[in-house]
C-alpha cells in the first residue's frame, strides 16, 4: 500500500541553525500538508500547498518557515532559524480528489531544538 | 471556522468492556469529521472517516462513529475493548474543499485496564 514517508525520524539541531525536513508524499497526489505537535499538545496545521503554491498557511507559519516540492517526489519544510519552541514532531500529509479528501499521514519527523 | 471538543483527555475502560470516546465539533460549513489514532511514538493512523455518506461509519479495528447532526458529535465506539486499543485518539474535522485542512481535538488517551 502506497504511504507517506518523512526524513530524518529525528533530527536534533541547535537554536538558530536551519533545518529541512523532508516528505515524499504518495505519487499521484496533488495536495500536500505540514503539521505539528508539540509534546502533549493537539496536532495543529501549519500549511497546505498545491499546484506549486501555498493555499493556506496557520499564524504558526510565519517568516521562518518555508515549503517547497523541488523537485517531481519531495515536498519539504525549511525552518531558517530555530527555536526552542520548534521542537515538535511534525508530520506530512497528502491527499487527493479521488480519496475523499483522506488526508495521509507520514510517520513524522522529531524535531529537537537545544 | 471549524473546532472539536473532546470530552475527558484520558479514559479507563476494561478490557472486554464497551468504548466509548465523545467528540463534538462546530462548523460553519458541512463537515467531513475523521478519527485518528496514534500509537506511542508513531504517527496517525486514520480509523474512521464520514464523508457526507452514510451516518454510521464503520473503521478498522472494530471501531465504529456515527454522526449526528442535530447534536453536533461523532462519538467513538467499540463493543469490546481490547489491550491493544490502548493509544492516543484524535477526533478532526474538516470542509469539504480539496486542500482543507484537518483541525484536531486535543486527544483522549485510552487506557485498558486488565
Known amino acids: 500500500e502506497p504511504e507517506v514517508t518523512q526524513t530524518p525520524s529525528h533530527q536534533v539541531t541547535q537554536m538558530g541553525q536551519e533545518v529541512i525536513l523532508r516528505c515524499v508524499p504518495i505519487?499521484?497526489?496533488?495536495?500536500f500538508y505540514w503539521y505539528r505537535q508539540i509534546l502533549g499538545q493537539k496536532v495543529e496545521f501549519l500549511v497546505s500547498?498545491?499546484?506549486?503554491?501555498?493555499?493556506?498557511k496557520s499564524e504558526i507559519f510565519d517568516d521562518q518557515f518555508s515549503v517547497e516540492r523541488p523537485d517531481g517526489s519531495n515536498f519539504t519544510l525549511k525552518i531558517r532559524s530555530t527555536k526552542l519552541e520548534d521542537s515538535a514532531m511534525y508530520f506530512c500529509?497528502?491527499?487527493?480528489?479521488?480519496?475523499?479528501?483522506?488526508?495521509?499521514f507520514g510517520p513524522g519527523t522529531r524535531l529537537t531544538v537545544t | 471556522a471549524q473546532s472539536v471538543t473532546q470530552l475527558g483527555s484520558h479514559v479507563s475502560v476494561s478490557e472486554g468492556a464497551l468504548v466509548l470516546l465523545r467528540c463534538n465539533y462546530s462548523?460553519?460549513?458541512?463537515?467531513?469529521l475523521f478519527w485518528y489514532v496514534q500509537y506511542p511514538n508513531q504517527g496517525l493512523q486514520l480509523l474512521l472517516k464520514?464523508?457526507?455518506?452514510?451516518?454510521l461509519v464503520k473503521g478498522i479495528n472494530g471501531f465504529e462513529a456515527e454522526f449526528k447532526k442535530s447534536e453536533t458529535s461523532f462519538h467513538l465506539t467499540k463493543p469490546s475493548a481490547h489491550m491493544s486499543d490502548a493509544a492516543e485518539y484524535f477526533c478532526?474535522?474538516?470542509?469539504?474543499?480539496?486542500?482543507?485542512?484537518?483541525?484536531f481535538g486535543k486527544g483522549t488517551r485510552l487506557h485498558i485496564l486488565p
Open positions: 464520514y464523508t457526507s455518506a452514510a451516518t
Open positions: 505519487s499521484n497526489h496533488l495536495y
Open positions: 462548523s460553519s460549513v458541512p463537515p467531513y
Open positions: 500529509a497528502s491527499s487527493d480528489w479521488t480519496s475523499a479528501y483522506e488526508q495521509y
Open positions: 478532526a474535522v474538516s470542509g469539504q474543499d480539496r486542500d482543507d485542512k484537518i483541525i
Open positions: 500547498f498545491y499546484n506549486n503554491e501555498i493555499s493556506e
